[in-house]
């Protein structure tokens, strides 16, 4: 075997199957929680085509160890991702190398193979990290010049005059973020009718298509992360759907901004993708014009060439593609997004969410949330497959996924999927 490649290198080949369309190649192993019928207890894994390797049983057996305290034991990544990239970076180039067909020691023992992999249909996956803290962004120059468009700005890709400068960005709700696969209750609130305000539920309920970052080494209050180190700082990406209802945003927002009309639900996709996985993917971005402040100005490949796509699956029925963008046109990166949060002296904890907003490209079907596509309802958005839709209805599933295309393999996010379900009746 040879120790000297690195664990997203193009050649390596498991002696799992993995089939060629599949997510989870040995280049990528992303990292998140499980937990099987007979083993409840959520643990670490790591996903490897159609199966997960159990970190936990791993480490209990003496082939996976980080220091002296167990760290996959637990219900969450956080105490992992908390030691920081050399230490992860290590841990994961372990894992490689314990799955390469070249290496025997779990290929050739049968007992312990057949205890370390576990088939993905037969678990259960869970939210992998503690979310202290969420912040949403507006990373996209596309989906900000269409809402703007929508709004009724004067003039086709007008943006706000402080959009250039720097990442935009609010405060989320970070005790409602979930694990994909979790139903979304249709939620309820005040609205603007033309003949007043009302309570009610929602009637233009949306998902965004989104990644976002999870924090792994914190940064500590009052200790702004320099342009060049903010990638330190991160673990990996996962997928966000930031569930919008849109006519409770619209009534609420004058003049604070974004509440009960977001804060109801926020999905992410269960594994975790380092940005080791990613590094093979790497691109300049869009040229950002005028040149940002220097503590955001960045040099080199700063985004990540992620093929994005959003489904509606309408009940009893196949899913229908609404959107395909691309996470490269990002204007502002994922380095831009942790400096300039921590700019002021904000601490960043490991667990955070750094949604990147809605992530739209340029053409048809490549806008990232119905508000767009349907220009806030007014133009019906006609599925392959279950009619038309303005906005979701109930029983719709939206299906979040995202992939990096290599050759002969997929680094990919799988699946984040939620289904809607009828709002809940409030008492007169």
Not at 326 to 355: M, P
Request: charged residues 20%; aromatic residues 6%; glycine residues 12%.
């Amino acid at each position: 075997m040879n120790d000297d490649l690195p664990a997203n290198d193009a050649s390596l080949r498991s002696f799992v199957d993995v089939a060629p369309d599949s997510h989870f190649p040995i280049q990528n192993l992303p990292f998140g929680i499980f937990s099987t019928p007979g083993r409840p207890q959520p643990r670490v894994g790591v996903a490897i085509g159609n199966q997960i390797l159990d970190l936990a049983m791993l480490e209990t057996a003496g082939l996976l160890r980080v220091g002296s305290a167990p760290v996959f034991q637990g219900p969450d990544l956080n105490d992992f991702i908390a030691l920081g990239p050399a230490v992860t970076r290590s841990v994961r180039l372990g894992i490689s190398r314990l799955l390469r067909r070249d290496n025997p020691t779990l290929a050739s023992d049968g007992p312990l193979r057949d205890r370390a992999l576990v088939a993905a249909e037969e678990a259960s996956l869970h939210l992998p990290i503690r979310v202290g803290g969420f912040t949403d962004f507006m990373l996209s120059r596309e989906h900000s010049s269409n809402c703007i468009d929508i709004l009724g700005g004067t003039q086709k890709g007008e943006l706000w005059r402080n959009w250039r400068h720097l990442p935009m960005g609010y405060n989320g709700r970070a005790s409602s973020v979930v694990v994909g696969g979790t139903p979304i209750r249709r939620p309820s609130g005040q609205t603007l009718e033309s003949q007043g305000v009302s309570f009610g539920a929602t009637r233009k309920l949306d998902f965004e298509l989104e990644a976002a970052v999870v924090v792994g080494k914190p940064v500590p209050l009052d200790s702004p992360a320099p342009i060049a180190e903010a990638e330190g700082h991160v673990f990996g990406l996962v997928l966000l759907n930031d569930w919008s209802a849109r006519d409770i945003q619209a009534w609420e927002s004058q003049p604070l901004g974004p509440f009960l009309g977001k804060g109801f639900r926020t999905s992410i996709s269960p594994w975790i993708v380092t940005l080791d996985a990613l590094g093979p993917f790497r691109t300049p971005g869009p040229e950002q014009n005028p040149q940002p402040l220097a503590h955001l100005r960045q040099s080199g490949a700063r985004n990540f060439r992620v093929h994005m796509q959003a489904s509606i699956r309408p009940q009893s029925e196949d899913a229908s593609v609404v959107c395909r963008s691309r996470l490269e046109d990002l204007y502002w990166s994922i380095a831009q997004q942790v400096s300039h949060h921590t700019s002021a002296g904000c601490n960043l904890d490991t667990g955070d969410l750094l949604g990147t907003g809605t992530v739209s490209s340029t053409g048809p079907g490549a806008q990232g949330c119905l508000y767009e596509a349907t220009r806030d309802g007014k133009v019906a958005l006609e599925l392959e497959r279950g009619g038309r839709r303005t906005y979701l209805e109930d029983g719709d599933e939206v299906e979040l996924t995202g992939w990096c295309e290599g050759n002969g393999y997929r680094v990919g996010f799988g699946m984040c999927t939620g289904r809607i379900l009828p709002a809940v009746s409030h008492p007169a």
